[in-house]
């Protein structure tokens, strides 16, 4: 049996694409601020400002390809069974050829109800004011904001409880629940940090790999 291999991916794997990690150093994101285009309030208070945010998000991501680490990460899955949780919304993942791919934080080509959030449709282009879905109701990105629940985080920590090894990439491990899964893997599993600016240090089952993504992924492809 293929041994099973967890991996949690953040912004850093995107960055290579030339997905922008949104978050700037003064917490703005593309220029606004975050409670303004990423919480359910700020939608209800300025809805076409939400949208035309996501709009260009989308534009963006149909415009990039998935970079080595991706393709890496697919090709892992000759030798081992490969889980992807990641918190990015992008489908980078799936185009690289990665099967079985979580987004915890939503995707970017879905747009659903706003009443019913469990009716969910993909969308590759702009969502408009006045799109709505078959209730007649206004349609939003498929996205988890700030303030919401996060629908698939207890499936994925059930898959980190059966990992025999957990893959770390491009991620702070500061935003929760995300942050939290690597505590769900068996104790003394083998644990890999791709980052470059990692925000932990080497220990007795934790590994740093203190590199971007494609680097960081091609040596992990020669330590396991």
Known sequence: MKKHLVVLTGAGMSAESGIKTFRDDNGLWEGHDVMEVATPEGFANNPELVLDFYNQRRRQLLEVLPNQAHLDLASLENGYDVSIITQNVDDLHERAGSSKVIHLHGELLKARSSYDEADIMD???????????????????????????????????????????????????????????MHYVPENTPIFYIDPKPALVSKHNLTVIAETATVGVSKLKSLI
């Open 123 to 181: 969308w590759k282009t702009d969502i408009l004011l006045g799109d709505v879905c078959k209730k007649g109701h206004q349609l939003r990105p498929h996205i988890v904001w700030f303030g919401e629940d996060v629908p698939m985080i207890q499936r994925a920590m059930k898959i980190c409880t059966t990992a025999n090894i957990l893959v770390i990439i491009g991620t702070s491990m500061q935003v929760y629940p995300a942050a939290g899964l």
